[in-house]
Structures are given as C-alpha cells and as structure tokens.
C-alpha cells in the first residue's frame, strides 16, 4: 500500500511539472532565509554569552587598604546584591599589568616617580546584573561604599550586540514567511494541477471501490516530498555557504565581537528545518486535497 502511494505521488509530481519545481525552489528560498539569519543569530547569540560572562565593575579605590581592610571591603563587596565575586588588585599589580601591556614600551614605566595607578576591585557581576539597568543599579550601590574613589563598568555594548541579535530573528522570520507562504500557495497549486489531470482517474477509482485514503493520501505525499527536497536543498546551500564564507568572516567576528570560530547550526536546528520543509510542503497538499472529493 505505502509503495502505492508513494508511487502515485512521484507520479503526480512528473505532472506538475513546473509548478512542483517553483514549488520547491520556494520552499528551498524560505528556508534559506530562515537557517541562515538562524546561523548568524546563533553565532551572535554566543558571543552576547561569552561578553556577559566577562562583564567587570572596577572599583577604584581613594587608598590602598591595609590586609586587615583587603578582607573586610571584599566581604562587604561580595554582600552586596547581583555581585557573584570580587577580587584585590593592589598597586602594584595594577602597574605590573600595565607594563605586560606596553610590552616593549614598558621602560616608560619604570621611570615614573611613583606609582600612580590605584588600588582597586575587579568586581564580577551576576547575570542578572550584566544588563544595562541591572549595571546601572549595581554601579549605584557599589559608589556608596565611602573607600571607592570612581566606579567604572558598562555593558550597554552587550545590551547592543543582543538587540542585533534579536533583529536578526525578526528578519529571517519575515522574510522566511513571505516566503514560505508562497512556497504553501504554490504547492498548493501544483496540487490542484495534479486534481485536474487525474480527475477522471479519481472517478473510475471512486467507482470501482478504492479507499479515499487511495485518492487522498498521494496529495498529501506529494507535498510533503516537495518539501523535504525543498528542505534538503536549502540545508546544501546553508553548508555551502558556512563554508565558505565562515572562513572569511572569522577573522572579522573575532576583531568585533570576540568571536574566533564560526559554528554550523545545531542537529537540532537542522532538523527543525527539515521537519519545517515537510510541514510546508504536507500544509499545502493538504489545503488543495479536499477538491479531490469534487
């Protein structure tokens, strides 16, 4: 029976002919827009993850405490709400980094004075607080405590890069709708082209006893193989494309967003798309396969 069917519905696909072919062409379009605005969103979406998880508050500090005041300020730091650690940096670390930074112009350095940098704490924010507001709200406390001299942290740059991520969603869904409602309308079609031809076939089958399940499920079918085709295509095209193009584009992320590799979508992801081709394509024989019973 399932070879009957699947028999009949390659053979209603030779019928459509160009109609079943711009059918998938659509469906392959749609799904290119959606997987690979997905792609991009996905690989912005972990380096907004990597950044929050880098996100520091410093606290500089008016004097550098003694030992016994090192302790007691990290504790009332760490007391503090959306605070997940803290740590010391004295002056003299903080000068040391200064020179691995300058690299061979650290001599410069070494002919201050004195050290002119100040002590002060690297502050770890939780990721409730790796937010514009929740920034806002955390800097304000942690410039209460009367030893800190000046507060400096932002992560409205992350709030950015994660809005860029969300217009990308918002773009691949769109266009990804357009085109797959045009890709529902044209199987659609194709499949009522199909219901066309084969009309006088349905009637003798109606006449000699077949099962509407004979007539019915062959539309459906159909449909549903323009889909996966559709799906199976745009995911070549999606592989073709990260492959080229990612080493290209690497180097680039990395400088912007920190980003050093480039990743493929999730198995999860890509059958997501695949079951999305198959339900597009299933929808549309689906909508024309009830003219079957005229």
Do not use: C
Not at 40 to 49: E, H, P, T
Not at 148 to 158: A, K, L, N
Not at 256 to 282: D, H, M, Y
């Amino acid at each position: 029976m399932l070879g009957f069917l699947l028999g009949e519905a390659l053979r209603d696909l030779r019928r459509a002919g160009r109609v079943a072919l711009t059918a998938v062409v659509l469906i392959t379009l749609s799904l290119v827009a959606l997987g690979g605005f997905w792609l991009l969103s996905a690989n912005l979406g972990r380096a907004v993850s990597e950044w929050k998880d880098r996100v520091r508050v410093i606290l500089y500090l008016r004097r550098e405490p003694t030992s016994l005041e090192q302790v007691v300020l990290l504790e009332r730091v760490k007391a503090i709400p959306n605070v997940a650690g803290a740590r010391y940096i004295s002056k003299a670390e903080a000068l040391t980094s200064l020179k691995r930074m300058l690299g061979k112009d650290a001599t410069v350095a070494d002919n201050l004075p004195s050290n002119p940098l100040p002590a002060s704490i690297e502050v770890t924010p939780t990721s409730g607080a790796a937010t514009p507001d929740g920034a806002r709200v955390l800097i304000t406390r942690l410039g209460t405590l009367p030893e800190v001299e000046e507060v400096e942290g932002s992560v409205e740059w992350v709030e950015r890069l994660s809005d860029w991520q969300r217009l990308l969603v918002l773009i691949g869904l769109g266009l990804g709708a357009t085109l797959a409602l045009a890709a529902i309308l044209t199987v659609t079609t194709a499949t009522t082209l199909v219901l066309h031809a084969r009309r006088d076939e349905t009637e003798i089958m109606r006449l000699v006893g077949a099962p509407e399940a004979a007539i019915r499920l062959p539309l459906l079918l159909q449909g549903l193989i323009q889909g996966l085709l559709g799906a199976t295509l745009a995911l070549l095209a999606l592989v073709v494309f990260y492959r080229l193009a990612a080493p290209k584009l690497e180097p680039l992320m990395s400088i912007t967003v920190g980003l050093p590799t480039l990743e493929f979508l999730p198995t999860s992801a890509v059958l997501r798309l695949l079951a999305a081709g198959a339900a597009l394509g299933a929808f549309g024989g689906w909508l024309a396969r009830g003219r079957s019973a005229t």
